[in-house]
């Protein structure tokens, strides 16, 4: 599976940005899907995930009521909605395929993909 991620930008604090990552080259259906960041000088870190039919998910204490994650299986794409975006939030955003939400907030995927770069700043 490849994955591309796209949707990145330069946004003020406090607006949204919607992140998109397709999917080719395999089953997109089969996986949980989620995205990672990076932000400068520091570790990647889980961000949100999504379970293989979409009735679960699972966000990171830093995001929750601000990030929604979600996918569309008929388009092999899988959305962040990210509302109220802080400096904080700076970051290339990766998005990412695996066996489960719960092995993706661990840092365990089978695919990752080239990143957007999301730059929150005034």
């Known amino acids: 599976v490849q994955l591309q991620a796209s949707g990145g930008g330069l946004v003020q604090p406090g607006n949204s940005l919607t992140l998109s990552c397709a999917a080719s080259g395999g089953t997109f259906s089969r996986y949980a899907v989620g995205w990672l960041r990076q932000a400068p000088e520091k570790e990647r870190e889980f961000v949100a995930a999504?379970?293989?039919?979409?009735?679960?998910?699972v966000y990171t204490d830093s995001v929750k009521g601000r990030f929604t994650i979600s996918r569309d299986d008929s388009k092999n794409t899988i959305y962040l909605q990210m509302n109220n975006l802080g400096p904080e939030d700076t970051a290339r955003y990766s998005c990412v395929a695996g066996r489960s939400t719960e092995t993706i907030a661990m840092m365990s995927y089978n695919y990752w993909g080239q990143g957007t770069l999301v730059t929150v700043s005034s």
């Open positions: 999504i379970s293989r039919l979409g009735q679960t998910t």
